[in-house]
């Protein structure tokens, strides 16, 4: 960081001298135009290259055993263009491997391909992907996932909760979206900007996504009970039981989204205050179906503590809540 003393012209001009440095690295030189623009929180960016196309960031990778996990690192840090190049032919595998990783991230695309070397490139463009928008779409699904889960486990609909499972990876799909996307934001101002986020809220939409992602994964895990006890009878009051808790759950985090995006820290508030609700009915749910169920005791108390968990991401998101500003 460097400090400027601001002075002022005669004629009432405000104006701070640019670094040295900066300006010869930039290309800068007397009659240089550079763009300043105003952010939400009152800062101004001063930009050298506001008018250069961006140079596409490209990166090449070797072929490893863990080159799937390397083609998704490298798509989460925002690189456009992804090349993976092998010193001979490209074995099978790893062809196999990278088609596999590109398959879980929207937007890459096999753009070249042959004897030794594929190259990927990501067609999005960040500014159409607001990342409220995807995080809202996120959460749509993994909320539509818990419903259904404990749907099928309580009708013993196998398809349903196969249905559930499936949708898991369009969960993830969009978790590694907006990861990009976010830290694409944090690398430029001028998109912050345009999508309406500011860099210090990226670090909460990270975690909720995150958080939303876990709650997909647990209800993954309902889904894959529900599977095993495909058809099975259960008895009106566990049913009862399960709904009741399922349904404070998925109100819990409805509504924390909901006042993470409002700011409601009145809202926010109301998912916390239920924890002795959600303890109460897992307590209830426990002791029934140890004393009267016990052939499936193990399945439905697991059954319950995921929606349990679900509940306590629900109250994680509602705590990055912060109130309105001024």
Same mark, same amino acid.
């Given at each position: ?18 670094? !040295? ?11 240089? &135009? ?13 930009? #050298? !290259?506001?008018?250069?196309? /961006? =140079? ?21 840090? +925002? ?27 929207? @937007?890459?695309?096999?753009?070249? $391909? ?37 749907? #099928?486990?309580?009708? @013993? ?12 990876? $369009? ?15 944090? /690398? ?34 309902? =889904? ?11 008895? !009106? ?30 809202? =926010?508030?109301? &998912? ?7 303890? @109460?009915?897992? @307590? $209830? ?11 499936? #005791? ?5 059954? #319950? ?6 509940? $306590?991401? +629900? ?12």
């Amino acid at each position: 960081m460097e400090l400027r003393r601001v002075q002022r012209t005669s004629g009432g001009t405000f104006f701070v001298c640019l670094p !040295k440095d900066w300006a010869t690295r930039s290309g800068l030189d007397r009659s240089s &135009v550079v763009s300043l623009s105003e952010t939400a929180d009152g800062r101004l960016v001063v930009d #050298a !290259k506001y008018s250069a196309e /961006r =140079a596409p960031q490209v990166v090449v990778i070797r072929p490893t055993p863990l080159l799937d996990r390397e083609v998704v690192g490298k798509y989460l840090l +925002g690189y456009d263009i992804i090349r993976v190049e092998a010193k001979d032919r490209m074995s099978t595998e790893d062809r196999e491997r990278i088609k596999q990783a590109s398959s879980r991230l929207i @937007g890459l695309e096999i753009v070249e $391909e042959d004897y030794s070397k594929i190259v990927l490139q990501c067609l999005l463009e960040p500014s159409a992907y607001p990342p409220e928008k995807i995080l809202q779409r996120e959460h749509s699904i993994a909320s539509s996932m818990h419903r259904d889960a404990v749907t #099928a486990l309580i009708e @013993g609909d196998a398809h349903l909760a196969k249905n559930v499972i499936a949708r898991d990876n $369009e969960v993830n799909r969009l978790y590694f979206l907006l990861v990009r996307i976010l830290r694409t934001v944090i /690398r430029n101002p001028g998109l912050s900007e345009k999508l309406g986020i500011l860099p210090i809220d990226c670090l909460d939409y990270r975690l909720t996504a995150s958080l939303v992602e876990v709650i997909g994964d647990q209800s993954v895990q309902i =889904a894959g009970l529900a599977v095993k006890l495909e058809n099975a009878n259960v008895a !009106k009051e566990l049913a009862q039981l399960l709904l009741k808790l399922h349904t404070v759950a998925f109100e819990a985090h409805e509504n924390a989204l909901k006042a993470l995006f409002t700011r409601d820290i009145a809202l =926010a508030e109301s &998912v916390r205050s239920e924890i002795k609700n959600v303890l @109460g009915i897992y @307590g $209830e749910i426990e002791s029934v179906v140890q004393t009267r169920y016990a052939d499936i #005791a193990p399945q439905f108390l697991a059954a #319950a503590a995921s929606i349990s968990r679900i509940y $306590e991401h +629900g109250v994680d998101i509602a705590d990055l809540v912060m109130p309105k500003m001024g």
